[in-house]
């Protein structure tokens, strides 16, 4: 089973998101979930999420922050980022940040 952590400052974003989706069916276990960045590091270096599902704007570490932390601590967990925002500049500020980062 992969692991995931899901992250998102709205308890329904996170409902929403362990609902729609028949998890274990598809190889997949749900560890974890955080409603900040801060939080979401804690269960990363506790649980050693394969994928973690993160919102980018949130108090606390927003998602891009998130990524960061997660990526200098060499946790290796693979990304996938959401938001409600239609900012393609947040996105491609996230990309370059990351990228920086890893090299």
């Known amino acids: 089973m992969l692991k995931v952590l899901i992250v ?3 308890f329904l974003a996170r409902a929403g998101l362990r609902s729609i989706i028949d998890w274990t069916a ?6 974890a979930e955080a409603e900040n960045g801060q939080q ?3 269960h990363a270096r506790t649980y050693r999420p394969d994928i973690i ?6 108090p606390v570490m927003n998602g891009i922050e998130l990524l ?8 290796n967990s693979q990304f996938i980022m959401l938001s409600s925002y239609d900012d393609f500049a ?14």
């Open 8 to 10: 998102d400052d709205e």
């Open 68 to 75: 960061e932390s997660v990526t200098l601590g060499k946790l």
């Open 26 to 31: 598809h190889g997949y276990e749900i560890v």
């Open 40 to 42: 979401a590091l804690q």
């Open 90 to 103: 947040l996105v491609r500020d996230a990309s370059k940040r990351v990228r920086k980062t890893t090299c």
């Open 53 to 58: 599902i993160s919102d980018v704007r949130m």
